[in-house]
């Protein structure tokens, strides 16, 4: 069984920030590619950031320069940092993640059950 679990929503004002976690955990055996997605209500869910295990990075157009992606390979750990925050930034923020599992012994995507994020004054 492999879970991931994020942390570190809540409501902040336009321009604030928040720091997002995902902590993966389980029967893991390894860790590819890592990411962050958000669905806003009526619209449909997208990548927001993505990173490699050696670290490279890749970015929605949209959060370029404030949102700022990072890993803990050692602590099976994912974040988000989101500075300068916009009412657009409104929605549950997912985290996605490509495992080996220990005890399957295959490759899968797994999902996190989201955390919110509501940008308003």
């Known amino acids: 069984q492999v879970q991931l679990v994020e942390s570190g929503g809540g409501l902040v004002q336009p321009g604030g920030s928040l720091r997002l976690s995902c902590a993966a955990s389980?029967?893991?055996?390894?860790?590819?590619?890592m990411g962050w997605h958000r669905q806003a209500p009526g619209k449909q869910r997208e990548l927001v950031a993505a990173?490699?295990?050696?670290?490279?990075?890749d970015y929605a157009d949209s959060v370029k320069g404030r949102f700022t992606i990072s890993r803990d390979n050692a602590n099976n750990t994912l974040y988000l940092r989101m500075n300068v925050l916009k009412t657009e930034d409104t929605g549950v923020y997912y985290c996605?993640?490509?495992?080996?599992?220990?005890?399957?012994?295959?490759?899968?995507?797994?999902w996190g059950q989201g955390t919110q994020v509501t940008v308003s004054s």
């Open positions: 996605n993640a490509r495992i080996f599992n220990a005890y399957g012994g295959e490759w899968s995507d797994y």
């Open positions: 389980g029967s893991i055996f390894s860790i590819n590619d």
């Open positions: 990173i490699t295990p050696g670290g490279s990075t």
